[in-house]
């Protein structure tokens, strides 16, 4: 069992930065590729970010790469989401995820997740 709780949200002004983290509880966790959703109102729930539970390999949705970095601490059971020169199309509730499964951007390959994150990108 994995429970997950993210934090660092907020308001920032286009071409800002925010960080945002996922805390984890449970033994396991290192055992977890981890991933980051995000939900706009009016929208489906969509990929961006994944590292893998071992390696570090990273992955991201093409319409935040060179943008976002995903990193974890397995020591502090602790994932990442740092996010540059944002964009107010990036405002969404974002959401952390585990999978036993990676590389995967779907949604149903994700066995837990936090409760979400609010982001809010001003022009």
């Known amino acids: 069992q994995v429970q997950l709780v993210e934090s660092g949200g907020g308001l920032v002004q286009a071409g800002g930065s925010l960080r945002v983290t996922c805390a984890a509880s449970?033994?396991?966790?290192?055992?977890?590729?981890m991933g980051w959703f995000r939900q706009a109102p009016g929208k489906e729930r969509e990929f961006v970010a994944g590292?893998?539970?071992?390696?570090?390999?990273?992955y991201y949705a093409d319409s935040v790469k060179g943008r976002f970095t995903i990193s974890r601490d397995n020591a502090k059971n602790t994932v990442y989401l740092q996010m540059n020169s944002l964009k107010p199309e990036d405002t969404a509730v974002y959401y952390c995820?585990?999978?036993?499964?990676?590389?995967?951007?779907?949604?149903?390959?994700?066995?837990?997740w936090g409760q979400g994150t609010q982001v809010t990108v001003s022009s």
């Open positions: 590292i893998s539970w071992s390696d570090g390999s990273t």
């Open positions: 449970g033994r396991t966790f290192s055992s977890y590729a």
């Open positions: 995820a585990a999978s036993k499964i990676f590389p995967t951007i779907w949604r149903s390959n994700y066995d837990y």
